[in-house]
């Protein structure tokens, strides 16, 4: 393993890295994606492998554009309005798979559906074109930690379990993508992310629903019920610190002496986005055995922070 700048030069040894059926951690606008072959079912155990990833859990597959899109699913007319809403971008639609969809059963769990994104970010792009193939790609993490959002975060989380870490800089959202089910006619949010629901209703000029799936066997990534979870416990709501814990703070921070950060002094939710799981890993390396983390509003980008907050605080 080894982290390389992404130049075309990296980018073409991962692409052939893929297509040889290894490992490769890539940057995305939202988070840094394990990737492997869709099409081959030993390369998508690896990502299980590497991640210690439950296998009822399905993988995002990542293409470089609609007409990619459109030969793995089969789109509805809801789906199509929002891919010409949204892609490229931080939203995953879940269609039906296509006849013939070439992914491997592993990363769909088994299910007849198939969730797609178009990513933005020009480093996956360019990776995805080079590689002439979809690329199935969770979060570049071990199940259940903080999601990485630096090449370094994801060299601490799987070192030599990745054959190439491709780095593309910090990711500029920081937060996973919106997974909406686009399967029929209407819409239904599976993992909200960085694309607000305001957002997506807005776009479709109707209301839009949060699902509410069975975190036993999840429809969509990013459904367990506990997940993105740092070593350290983690109290949400705090208006103050405890003694012996942490401050993972949001605007004005509260008084505290020991171990603390800011994800945005401004309130700002884009800000406290990207810095979400940057934060989470600092504090957590800090040695607190608790974090207080301090109220985020319900609002935009907020529920999805505030819904990887509980997700992480679930305890085993």
């Known amino acids: 393993m080894a982290i390389r700048k992404a130049s075309p030069e990296a980018i073409a040894a991962a692409a052939?890295?893929?297509?040889?059926?290894?490992?490769?951690?890539?940057?995305?606008?939202?988070?840094?994606?394990?990737?492997?072959?869709?099409?081959?079912?030993?390369?998508?155990?690896a990502i299980f492998a590497a991640k210690d990833r439950p296998r009822f859990n399905p993988l995002i597959v990542h293409v470089p554009d609609l007409a990619a899109a459109e030969r793995l699913g089969a789109f509805t007319p809801l789906g199509r309005a929002l891919a010409a809403a949204f892609w490229p971008g931080a939203l995953t639609l879940v269609t039906a798979r296509a006849p013939a969809c070439p992914i491997a059963d592993l990363a769909t769990a088994g299910l007849d559906t198939v969730a797609l994104r178009v990513p933005a970010h020009p480093v996956?792009?360019?990776?995805?074109?080079?590689?002439?193939?979809?690329?199935?790609?969770?979060?570049?993490?071990?199940?259940?930690?903080?999601?990485?959002?630096?090449?370094?975060?994801v060299e601490a989380d799987l070192g030599s379990r990745v054959d190439v870490i491709?780095?593309?800089?910090?990711?500029?959202?920081?937060?996973?993508?919106?997974?909406?089910?686009?399967?029929?006619?209407?819409?239904?949010?599976?993992?909200?992310?960085?694309?607000?629901?305001?957002?997506?209703?807005?776009?479709?000029?109707?209301?839009?629903?949060?699902?509410?799936?069975?975190?036993?066997?999840?429809?969509?990534?990013?459904?367990?019920?506990?997940?993105?979870?740092?070593?350290?416990?983690?109290?949400?709501?705090a208006r103050e610190a405890r003694p012996g814990e942490a401050l993972l703070a949001f605007g004005p921070p509260a008084p505290h002496r020991g171990p603390m950060l800011n994800l945005s002094a401004a309130g700002d939710l884009a800000?406290?986005?990207?810095?979400?799981?940057?934060?989470?890993?600092?504090?957590?390396?800090?040695?607190?055995?608790?974090?207080?983390?301090?109220?985020?509003?319900?609002?935009?980008?907020?529920?999805?922070?505030n819904d990887r907050l509980r997700r992480a605080a679930r305890r085993p």
Do not use: K, W
């Open 124 to 153: 996956a792009q360019a990776l995805l074109r080079a590689a002439a193939c979809p690329v199935a790609a969770p979060s570049a993490n071990r199940s259940g930690h903080v999601s990485p959002t630096t090449a370094a975060h």
């Open 166 to 237: 491709l780095d593309g800089g910090p990711a500029p959202i920081g937060l996973e993508s919106t997974v909406v089910d686009a399967t029929g006619e209407e819409p239904a949010i599976l993992r909200s992310g960085g694309i607000a629901r305001e957002a997506i209703a807005q776009a479709l000029g109707r209301p839009v629903e949060v699902a509410r799936g069975d975190p036993g066997r999840p429809a969509s990534p990013g459904m367990l019920a506990r997940h993105y979870a740092p070593a350290a416990r983690l109290r949400l709501g």
């Open 271 to 305: 800000e406290a986005a990207a810095n979400l799981f940057s934060h989470l890993r600092a504090l957590d390396a800090a040695g607190a055995e608790a974090i207080a983390v301090m109220p985020i509003p319900e609002a935009g980008l907020g529920e999805a922070i």
């Open 16 to 45: 052939e890295a893929l297509r040889a059926g290894r490992l490769v951690a890539f940057p995305t606008e939202t988070v840094y994606g394990l990737g492997a072959d869709a099409t081959n079912a030993r390369a998508v155990a």
